[in-house]
């Protein structure tokens, strides 16, 4: 009954799947949302389970009309098969690029669906069925920016990050409310070499990163119980590259 237990959104792909492999390691049973990912999901649930750990997979989607019947059902499910739950990981993420001037509302919706509502209410749900835990929300970097071209993902990351430091706030002291706003870790597999290198030029250590770095962080904030509505942004200092411009970098 007291074995500790995650419930990880879209925790079987990318940067999801190390978060739950991490996890197992950790000590974690995993309750693993899936969608479309069912293959990669059974994949994860077999490794998850050579370590010693056991893994139940959950289906939900987060596009469903219904949606806040769906998401109280998948954390009641969760709770009910981990007693133990404790800890909140919302991973899954959906992205298209567009400028306001190409935005639509079903794009709107989509994008707030999945990057924003959908942890809000998991968020909720969780805080009512556990006595005491964390919720870690993964954001991205580009949150620090004012990148019009991906309009509707960034508003919708963008209220995520507050979204974060407003439940952390609610929520205390009982759950820890945090965040990872990742940089150049990842890349589409559409990213061209050039293009990569190009993002590299502008990050302060001059590496792109790998997910080690992001399992740092999450481990760390896991293990600190004096951090809560915190956002770190494991990036290589690539959120903070805004110099500005002012007069010594003027040119006539």
């Known amino acids: 009954m007291n074995q500790k237990a995650a419930l990880i959104s879209g ?51 987060f596009l469903n009309d219904d949606l806040s019947d769906e ?8 709770k009910l098969r981990f007693p133990g739950l404790n800890l909140l990981l919302n991973s899954a993420s959906t992205y298209e690029p567009a400028p306001i001037a190409a935005t639509n509302l079903a794009m709107l919706q989509t994008q707030f669906r999945v990057n924003m509502f959908t942890p809000l209410l998991l968020t909720r749900y969780f805080a009512e069925a556990v006595h005491e835990g964390q919720v870690i929300n993964i954001i991205d970097n580009k949150i620090a920016y004012h990148q019009y071209p991906y309009a509707a993902y960034l508003l919708s990351k963008k209220s ?69 509505g915190q956002i770190l942004f494991v990036d290589g200092g690539e959120s903070i590259n805004i110099e500005g411009r002012h007069s010594e970098n003027y040119s006539a």
């Open 11 to 61: 925790g079987a792909t990318r940067l999801g799947r190390y978060f739950s492999e991490t996890l197992a390691d950790a000590g974690y049973d995993i309750a693993l949302h899936v969608n479309r990912s069912r293959g990669e999901a059974e994949e994860v649930a077999r490794v998850v389970r050579a370590k010693g750990r056991e893994c139940e997979i959950f289906h939900c989607d």
């Open 160 to 228: 995520l990050a507050d979204m974060t430091r407003m439940a952390a706030l609610e929520f205390a002291p009982r759950i820890r409310v945090n965040g990872i706003a990742p940089g150049v870790v990842l890349p589409a597999a559409t990213r061209i070499s050039e293009y990569i290198e190009w993002r590299i030029e502008g990050i302060p250590v001059n590496h792109q990163g790998k997910p080690a770095h992001l399992i740092q962080a999450l481990l760390m904030l896991l293990e600190n119980t004096f951090m809560t």
């Open 71 to 78: 998401l109280s059902s998948l954390v009641h499910a969760a």
